[in-house]
């Protein structure tokens, strides 16, 4: 990828998604640069291709033949949404006709795939109709594709609606689809997204409705510098952030619980990244990180509580007197704090900190700071065999005093061991090899015990704190939590036990 200051070189493109409310779709073709372009109104009709048993999708490749009402096109893209949310590959010719030319394959990563069954095999999976508006706008110097998109998707009789903007780079500065984002926000509302056509179309093909999604695969390279390593990670984080967004404003706990993830691994990211990170922007993504995973935290510990304590009460142990009131008044408390996660993700604020979060992994300050270019440019490798090493040395030291720790130095070290944790995760790519693969995943299994068991202390603690605030859960609830505090001293020695397993294992990084 391109420095800011770089222009792109094809065949990769540069372009940011935002969906916005069709009702403001005059509102914001008044936005003056627009106003003062020439319009170009297009009727699209799209047809993807795969094969039954989904080859293409698999690959995270996209065939797709589009009429354009003036011809056929076809586009090859790389779906690789773990690694690329901004910058993906694609390859495009003009065809001939309505069926795909598979010649044109040639030297892309759809070749390998097209062995003889899936050459035979190939059919349209989906399609979408689009109506766009396409504008070119200058800005400062960087030339600047916007297209509104409005009309569906169609797949196995099923339909989902399409109202985005696409702001594509043709020449120039990444850093001005940002500022051209958020000229264009000032306008209406509008929320970064990251799922393209395609990807929407395969869920709808597959008739799954929007629900959470764990972290997407991600493979870094050995040869990747700390700042391509960062990017990708950084990327990585953000899109779980916002996939999960929809599974929240439905009422959904898996997606709230991926949602929060998907914060902490950014916040992790930045944390292992956080020297090369030195700019005036670091903190304050930092902070607005920190306040969206808060806001998300109450629903979290109700939805946390209600599966350690409300489902055993309701499944009839103890006695409880009114077991439908606690019912009620608990599933109020819940629904005042999704409450306040829908709000939160429906506010400018969040709006604001995707886009600037997004902006700053790409083009922040640190990526032009000529004092950070050693930084930069350092191996990755490198850098995560000295970061990995230090952070191992110090949850070994912290580790060994666990019986003697209170509940936030507990805390502490647990968010120790999730960060690590994390970080092992992202330079898994770095350390190929069985026996590397083998020790890591003894030292990831060893941190996932240490972090559950401390992770169940926690919960208990913030459990007493839910039943102290008065939530009106019953004398059950209290009876409950008397049985579980009876387990601390078993969850201590399993956490012990974790600790002593991941400091026995062999450090594969080096």
């Known amino acids: 990828m391109a420095d800011a200051g770089e222009a792109l070189s094809e065949p990769r493109e540069f372009e940011l998604k935002l969906e916005f409310d069709p009702a403001d779709m005059i509102a914001?073709?008044?936005?003056?640069?627009?106003?003062?372009?020439?319009?170009e109104a297009q009727r699209l009709i799209s047809v993807y291709f795969d094969t039954d048993d989904l080859v293409l999708q698999k690959a995270r490749?996209?065939?797709?033949?589009?009429d354009t009402g003036h011809g056929y096109v076809q586009t090859i893209k790389a779906m690789d949404g773990a690694a690329h949310l901004f910058d993906r590959p694609e390859w495009e010719e003009t065809v001939a006709g309505c069926d795909p030319n598979l010649a044109l394959a040639a030297g892309t990563p759809l070749e390998p795939l097209l062995d003889e069954r899936v050459r035979a095999e190939l059919h349209p999976a989906f399609?979408?109709?689009?109506?766009?508006?396409?504008?070119?706008?200058?800005?400062?110097?960087?030339?600047i594709e916007v297209a509104f998109d409005r009309g569906e998707i169609e797949a196995?009789?099923?339909?989902?609606?399409?109202?985005?903007v696409e702001l594509e780079l043709k020449h120039g500065n990444p850093v001005e689809l940002f500022r051209l984002a958020r000229s264009l926000s000032a306008y209406a509302a509008l929320t970064l997204a990251v799922k393209t056509k395609a990807e929407r179309g395969y869920e709808l093909a597959a008739g799954a409705a929007p629900g959470a999604e764990k972290a997407a695969e991600l493979d870094l390279d050995r040869g990747m510098?700390?700042?391509?390593?960062?990017?990708a990670i950084g990327e990585n984080c953000l899109?779980?952030?916002?996939?999960?967004?929809?599974?929240?404003c439905a009422g959904e706990a898996p997606g709230l619980h991926q949602m929060r993830i998907g914060l902490r691994r950014l916040r992790a990211a930045i944390a292992a990244f956080s020297k090369l990170l030195a700019d005036s922007e670091r903190d304050r993504i930092k902070t607005e990180l920190e306040w969206m995973t808060n806001t998300l935290g109450p629903a979290r510990d109700l939805d946390v509580f209600e599966a350690e304590f409300l489902r055993l009460r309701d499944s009839g142990q103890g006695d409880d007197a009114s077991p439908a009131t606690t019912r009620r008044v608990f599933d109020q408390s819940r629904a005042e704090a999704y409450g306040a996660a829908v709000a939160a993700i429906g506010s400018e604020r969040y709006r604001n900190l995707l886009l600037d979060a997004a902006e700053w992994i790409e083009a922040g300050a640190w990526t032009v700071d000529a004092s950070l270019r050693g930084r930069r440019e350092r191996s990755a490798v490198d850098h995560a065999v000295k970061m990995l090493g230090r952070e191992r040395k110090r949850i070994k030291a912290e580790g060994t005093k666990l019986r003697k720790l209170g509940v936030?130095?507990?805390?502490?070290?647990?968010?120790?061991?999730?960060?690590?944790?994390?970080?092992?995760?992202?330079?898994?790519g770095l350390f190929p090899g069985d026996k590397t693969a083998a020790r890591r995943e003894a030292a990831l299994s060893a941190l996932k015990d240490l972090q559950d068991e401390l992770g169940a202390l926690n919960d208990l603690a913030q459990s007493e704190?839910?039943?102290?605030?008065?939530?009106?859960?019953?004398?059950?609830?209290?009876a409950l939590l008397t049985s579980k505090e009876a387990d601390i001293d078993r969850l201590l020695g399993r956490a012990q036990a974790a600790h002593t397993r991941f400091a026995e294992v062999r450090s594969f990084w080096k």
Not at 28 to 39: N, Q, T, V
Not at 156 to 164: C, G, K
């Open 239 to 248: 899109r779980q952030v916002i996939v999960n967004a929809p599974a929240v």
């Open 28 to 39: 914001l073709s008044a936005h003056p640069l627009l106003a003062a372009s020439k319009r």
């Open 61 to 66: 490749i996209c065939l797709r033949l589009r």
């Open 225 to 231: 510098t700390c700042q391509e390593a960062f990017r």
């Open 465 to 478: 704190a839910l039943i102290a605030s008065g939530h009106g859960l019953g004398e059950q609830a209290k």
């Open 127 to 143: 399609q979408t109709r689009i109506e766009r508006d396409v504008y070119r706008v200058d800005s400062n110097g960087s030339e």
């Open 408 to 428: 936030k130095q507990r805390h502490r070290i647990r968010i120790m061991a999730k960060n690590l944790r994390y970080a092992l995760e992202f330079f898994a």
């Open 156 to 164: 196995a009789q099923r339909w989902s609606p399409v109202h985005e």
